[in-house]
């Protein structure tokens, strides 16, 4: 378990005194003792009764026969059963009619009315460069030919984000003000974050069939739960003095709630808004499997044909929206806070402000229709995709192979694979499951709690019962190589660029584009450069799951307490020993959520790299969906879903709960 | 706290029962909702289904030029993978496939149980699947093109994937592939490797090719890769019926080759009885080989948009499509 070893020494706070540090090592020696008495007594049994090395087969569940039945009956019953024709075909009806008058409004406005309404909310709400960014933005996907896509894939997302955060914010609701529902609803979550949206697309077509309304629904499940979080946090976190006063004047529960609980949450609200908007974007693509139109579905067609500069072309305006829209819902929590003076002149304020954007975006909207057609006019072109894909050739032919020292990509990828995936596939395969069980077990118990613990063991229990031990074990070496690259590489630029703010300045649209470019347009160079396999799947995942790693590396870093690091440097820490010693330490948190965050990413785009190859897990549910065969693909989705938890509670300490029962 | 929570929960409970109430006025056709994106009221439209493979792209962009330019329709495609297609076909989201290559089970229930789909005849074209290897590597040793000698080769065919046997490439999880019972059954040093999508396999036989490197590769005709890349194919065991009775009992006895099949289209029901225009020319749409790799290559190798390819094409051979149109 190479990838594990950055968090796997037992769980010492930095600023524990000591003595605690000493008792909680001799904790962490007594639970390992604890488990090997366990080991001792329960191995022997496991391994008389069932002899393999793999999961015995007496302990799994073949749900084929349910789920092939749930699939039969939901398509039999979907014309004719209640629940279809007075509920879900209701709730399809509104998505599309409510799409469809998003999409009317933008047509009506037409290009000079969307790009100047939107700029002109950018300026209001966040300034003179975002509003300038997003001109930009509108006009690059004018040129670039699509307009039209452009404009169904906002429409689709503006009603995509108001049903997110409206499920989200009742869902944060009732956990910020109970604590029972909080508990219940944190593994849902979890769930709803870590569950591949592969694996619900299947579920969710044959409900609702392809189409718009599947893709919505699809992208509200992956993007309500930052929301439902980030208010559930808001809530919990208010300041108890305020709530207090607010108290002790004779507010009620629920004038507390909107004069004081609510008003002090609303960063941690604008924050979620920015995450769940940023993550229905990023389902633009994937939806499209299902027939969700727009951009997304330019790029998987693109795909389809092999062509990467077309591809391109469409994936360009998904990355330039969400950084607008990140900018811009960014830029407004910021200036939230801020005293209004500094939020420019009064003419800009207030209701006046509003007034005049709407009587100026209805002039350039006039004012476009009178010029002529309500699109982009077919003349501001500019076709990229010949000299892109030509570029693309270009790279392959010159980095595939025979590249003087280094040797050429294939034969990097081909001794990753040979060096690094196989030995740790047929070494997590070799090992007895009941082996794995209780490494998992430990390393979870030393870094946790025993709850979390058994949290992990059963994870990795459930993988076994559901009958994908095998596959699923193919796909932890990937993730694990993967995540073992991610993290060298991502702690190494992070660590730079917390040293440097210009390397910083230079990173940031660099990490922008990685986060925010749909993987499916760098499917198919990787492949052209790694060959088909394991290895491209992995590189696919390393540029998804860097940008989190590096940003999060190089806050933690930046976040550390200037006197701590100003007094090792005048004890006469070179900037390394400040850094090993110093920073790092300090910044440990930081770093942990950086790991944390690189499993779950990886994890993500190991379900992409059934497409080129990966193969194991990821394959089977791309498969599932492919065929219609809702069993292989959710019994798939759902162990990933324990992969995850397992790797969640292996690599995140427990603050929670501290104290009591633990050990 | 507790007073806020009830307020909370009731609050919930309301909005629930608001709306039950809302959808309980009446009954929502699951299989009459159309996309958001449709054409204002009264244009006449049709929806295609295109598949991820070049030579359905390929049907469709002709049959979209025309629908669009000779009958005044307009015309939304969707791109999905079969089965998923199929399911769409009966609910009416799709009107049309034009290339399916026999799904029997998805025939058994659309077509004669449910009768939401029905048959369109043939498009024209056959399909064929098998095995293939590149020219210039058969051109180098005639015998690999027979089976019994791929043994011999297992050795040249090695990847980092395939580790100790020889690769046999397949391509996408959603095409018929019996390649894994095949190995099995003719006692193959091969492992089947999945490249996972048919772009992730094309990329790798292009640069397979590059490097004039040798490799064996499920693949399929009609394909405008060929022209590319030449390929010879390799005699499987000659398909019998049967070896097909054998395989539909048990898909992991199959030991013989593909059959070719004649490929198929199918309509939504109401819209092939509905006796619009557009039924009645997607019924006559049919056409050869040659005229699909035609506009596939120009889709797939030239970088035309579909559009543009189904353009060219239908400006180039009026003769052929004039008898599609359905008579006034």
Known sequence: MTAATPTASPATAPDQPGALQAALRSRGLRKILVLAVAAAVLVPLAHAKWSSGTWPSDLTVDLTGPLGRTSDWIIDNRDSHPLFVYFLGHLSNAVVISVRAVYQLLLLLGWTGVTAGVTLVAWRVAGVRIAATALLSFAVSGVLDMWLPTMQTLALMIVAVVASVVVGALLGLAGGLSERLFKILRPVLDTMQVLPAFAYLLPVVLVFGIGVPAALLATVVYAAPPMARLTALGLRGADPGVLEAVSSLGATGRQRLLTARLPLARKELLLGLNQTIMMALSMAVIASMIGAAGLGDRVYQALASVDVGAALAAAVPIVLLAIVMDRTTAAAGERMGADPVARGPKLLRGWRAWAGIAVLTALVTAAGRLAGSTVWPSGWTVAIARPVNDFKEWMVDHLYSGVPVVGGTADWAAHFTSWVLDPLRDGLTALPWWGALLIVAALSWLIGTWRTALTATLAMAAIGVLGVWKPSMNTLSQVLAALAVTLVLGFAVGILAAGSKRLEAILRPVLDVMQTMPQFVYLIPVVALFAVGRAPAAAAAVVYALPAVIRITTQGLRQVDPAAMESARSLGATRWQTLRQVQLPLARPALLLAVNQGVVLVLAVVIIGGLVGGGALGYDVVTGLATGDLALGLVAGVAIVCLGLMLDRVTQPTQRRTTGKGA | ?328
């Not at chain 2, 939304?76 to 026999?102: F, H, K, M, N, Y």
């Not at chain 2, 100790?164 to 193959?188: C, E, I, R």
């Not at chain 2, 772009?199 to 640069?207: C, E, V």
């Open chain 2, 1 to 328: 706290m507790s007073r806020t929570r009830i307020r909370v929960l009731g609050a919930a409970g309301l909005a629930g029962a608001t709306l039950l109430a809302l959808s309980g006025c009446g009954k929502a056709d699951m299989t009459k909702q159309g996309s958001p994106f449709q054409a204002q009221g009264g244009a006449k439209s049709v929806t295609l289904s295109t598949q991820t493979w070049v030579g359905a792209q390929a049907n469709v962009a002709v049959a979209k030029y025309l629908l669009e330019h000779e009958l005044d329709y307009h015309v939304d495609t969707v791109q999905v993978d079969e089965i998923p297609a199929w399911d769409a076909l009966s609910q009416g989201r799709v009107d049309a496939i034009l290339e399916d290559w026999g799904h029997p089970d998805q025939e058994q229930r659309y077509v004669k149980d449910k009768k939401t789909i029905t048959a369109g005849g043939g498009n024209g074209v056959t399909g064929h699947i098998g095995w293939w290897v590149p020219k210039y590597w058969a051109d180098k040793h005639p015998d690999v093109t027979d089976w019994k000698n791929l043994n011999k080769y297992a050795d040249q065919l090695r990847t980092s994937e395939s580790g100790s046997k020889g690769q046999l490439m397949d391509g996408s999880p959603s095409y018929v592939t019996n390649d894994k019972a095949l190995v099995k059954n003719l006692k193959l040093d091969f492992e089947v490797v999945f490249a996972g999508s048919e772009a992730a396999q094309i990329t790798q036989i292009q640069q397979f090719a590059k490097q004039k490197k040798p490799f064996l590769t499920y693949w399929y005709e009609p394909q405008w890769l060929f022209n590319q890349v030449p390929m010879v194919e390799v005699k499987l065991p000659e398909y019998t019926d049967a070896c097909a009775e054998k395989g539909a009992k048990d898909p992991s006895s199959i030991d013989c080759a593909y059959p070719t099949t004649p490929l198929q289209k199918f309509f939504n029901t109401e819209f092939a009885k509905g006796g619009s225009e557009a039924a009645a020319f997607l019924k006559n749409f049919k056409w050869t080989k040659e005229n699909q790799n035609e506009v596939s290559e120009m889709i797939a190798s030239d970088g035309l948009s579909a559009d543009e390819a189904g353009k060219r094409w239908v400006e180039k051979h009026p003769d052929i499509w004039k008898k599609w149109l359905p008579e006034k």
